[in-house]
């Protein structure tokens, strides 16, 4: 499974984006998909995660993002409302099982990143 993740951009706090996640193959429904994301200097961190269990989020993001997906179209969603400059990293998407979770060890294909920078 190959994955292309897009929208990320330079914005304002206070403003919004979508980023996308499109995958290869034919059962992308099966799957288990997440964002990570990644700022200088410090580790990739968990954001958010659909799976089969239902949606979760990291405490930073919770009430802000909204994680969603379209299986016609092969395709997972971040809604990012109200950022803010600590929101600022490398943004990841990743494909797991049905039940994966917040730890990257769950996931076994991640897209190359798309980079969300938000100025104060």
């Known amino acids: 499974v190959q994955l292309q993740a897009s929208g990320g951009g330079l914005v304002q706090a206070g403003d919004s984006l979508r980023l996308s996640c499109v995958a290869s193959?034919?059962?992308?429904?099966?799957?288990?998909m997440a964002w990570f994301r990644q700022a200088p200097g410090k580790e990739r961190e968990f954001v958010a995660v659909?799976?089969?269990?239902?949606?979760y989020y990291a405490e930073s993001v919770e009430g802000r993002f909204t994680i969603s997906r379209d299986n016609a179209k092969n395709t997972m969603y971040l809604q990012m409302n109200n950022l803010k400059p600590e929101d600022t990293a490398v943004y990841y998407c990743?494909?797991?099982?049905?039940?994966?979770?917040?730890?990257?060890?769950?996931?076994?294909?991640w897209g190359q990143g798309t980079l969300v920078t938000v100025s104060s």
């Open positions: 659909i799976n089969w269990s239902g949606k």
């Open positions: 990743a494909k797991g099982g049905a039940y994966s979770n917040r730890y990257p060890g769950s996931y076994d294909s």
């Open positions: 193959g034919r059962a992308f429904r099966n799957y288990g």
